[in-house]
């Protein structure tokens, strides 16, 4: 008989919580309420635990030793990258490739497929509300291939004006990198619909994925990008760790990105022959703990599963969205049909630093500022916002919580 | 007499030693920041801009007959301009040699140190790191 599997992600919110021990805190005399997730989610202890065992059991250098503990460490990473191809679908283990986060992901994929690819006038489509990350590491290499970058432009409600796209994909289009959901304003975009046209002008698509890996599910099969990329700590997993994927066939081609131990199979003064994928994506020792980490955070994403963790984010989104309309005075940025729970907004004649530190005075944790999409804000004629991103563990009470502070931080300031 | 920088923290902790919590130090500060016209609009320019992350500010520097520097400021955060106030209000008037060695020991003392963190991003670090370099220039220049 198979033993009943842990419960490490329960259906309850306030057993939920118990699994998060740092919302357990005060924060300036009042309890925690942290509104940040989408800079960053807190870690369930089962995340927590699996870098404590792996220090405590099994800590080896992995692929390199013929040893016991060597192999231990070797299997976990493995078995990690098996989890993530699975999370997402993709169709082999050596089309995920372990990075430290979406940054490093994208700038990956520019550094070795742009570089080696883009010609001087090819076209690089980004959009209005792209994350500074996928953003300079693309002007790095237009201005290195003279390639020229070209952008997606956005309706009032926070959404890609879909309809400029048939003028701005053409036959000079080879890149197209996009978010699939906005750190920013929390649009889900409609990416398939951009994949396909780009694959018809016979681009290639990376999709920014940081901001939807924790809320949506994603299947890179379906959606047919080339690139898929995110961050383990933005779904409960450890920071230092990402994943790009690629196609297979992309990936093969592509040239190595960094050099070093792990990355080659021969080397040899006069000649040095690259490892197979994924490794050779891979140079020097990994983030052996926080892969193993990442691979323990989808099993706690999936555990919860999509359509549980759904119906609550849908609840406090509806909830924020509700509460802050109202609130006289208040603007939310980003009014799509489809959102992640956030939501971004400003108090009239506040600037959103003040509102940030009156909140912060009486434990509530939000974002304020640019959030690194100044093109978004200047397209909005703005110079930011304050964000509160919603996770799994918020509940319905802490919104009401969050209103009353709103209201005395807005009194204040008036 | 007049008082000297020294005094003029002393003075200022002992304004917010009334206060008995969060709440009306800040009613306190925001008073401050709505109070003050700050800044001359003409040198509310990129020349006079500090950047901090989050809040701008603007600096200004002036020396008078007598030796001393005449600082004015403004912030597009209320919260800043408030502290700024405080700041201004400590090392304006000041001699240049006095604004230079000056420790700003008030600001921790009336619990508001957290404002002079870099992560906070707003511009008083900045600021009155600037207002000693200005210090620093024209306590140089013949009186
Ligand atoms: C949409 C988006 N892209 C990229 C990033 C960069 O992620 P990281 O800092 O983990 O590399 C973020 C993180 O804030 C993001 O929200």
Known sequence: ?414 | MKMGIEEKQQEVIDEFGVFSDWMQKYEYIIELGKELPLIDEKYKTDDHLIRGCQSRVWLNAAMDESGVILFTADSDAIITKGLIALVIRVLSGEKPTDIVGADLHFVKDIGLQEHLSPTRSNGLASMIKQMKIYALAMGRLPA
């Open chain 1, 1 to 414: 008989m198979e033993a009943e599997p842990m419960i490490i992600a329960p259906h309850n919110i306030e057993q939920l919580r118990e699994e998060f021990p740092l919302l357990h805190q005060k924060v300036n005399g009042s309890p925690l309420i942290y509104l940040d997730n989408a800079a960053t989610t807190q870690k369930p202890l089962y995340v927590i635990e699996s870098i404590t065992n792996y220090y405590t059991g099994y800590n080896a250098n992995i692929h390199r030793g013929v040893h016991h503990l060597a192999n231990l460490a070797t299997d976990a990473f493995e078995k990690a990258r098996n989890k993530v191809k699975r999370f997402i679908s993709a169709s082999t283990d050596s089309e995920i490739i372990f990075t430290s986060g979406t940054t490093d992901a994208i700038n990956l994929v520019a550094q070795t497929f742009g570089k080696s690819t883009l010609q001087k006038g090819d076209e690089i489509l980004l959009s209005v509300m792209e994350h500074h990350s996928n953003i300079v590491p693309w002007q790095m290499v237009a201005e290195s291939t003279g390639a020229k970058i070209r952008v997606i432009p956005i309706t009032s409600s926070g959404e890609w004006d879909l309809s400029a796209l048939d003028t701005l994909i053409g036959e000079r289009t080879r890149i197209v990198a996009v978010n699939h959901v906005s750190n920013a304003l929390g649009t889900i975009n409609p990416v398939k619909i951009l994949i396909d046209k780009a694959h018809i002008a016979g681009a290639k698509v990376l999709i920014d994925g940081a901001q939807a890996i924790a809320h949506i599910p994603v299947h890179v099969g379906y959606l047919d990008c080339d690139f898929y990329c995110f961050s383990g700590h933005k779904m409960y997993g450890p920071t230092g760790t990402g994943v790009l994927y690629g196609k297979k066939e992309l990936l093969e081609m592509m040239p190595p990105y960094r050099g070093g131990g792990e990355m080659i199979e021969t080397v040899s003064f006069e000649n040095t022959t690259f490892n197979r994928l994924p490794h050779k994506f891979e140079a020097g020792t990994p983030n052996i703990e926080g892969v193993i980490a990442l691979g323990a955070a989808i099993e706690f994403i999936e555990q919860l599963g999509w359509e549980w963790m759904n119906e609550q984010e849908e609840l406090l989104l509806q909830a924020a969205t509700e509460m802050l309309h109202s609130i006289e005075g208040v603007k939310i940025y980003g009014t799509s049909k489809h959102k992640v729970p956030v939501v971004s907004f400003l108090a009239e004649g506040i600037h959103p630093y003040d509102l940030g530190t009156l909140l912060d005075k009486q434990g509530i944790a939000v974002r304020t500022g640019h959030h690194c999409t100044q093109p978004l804000w200047d397209w909005y004629k703005i110079s930011g916002t304050l964000r509160a991103s919603f996770s799994v563990y918020n509940n319905l009470e802490e919104i009401g919580i969050f209103k009353q502070a709103l209201l005395k931080a807005i009194s204040l300031l008036k």
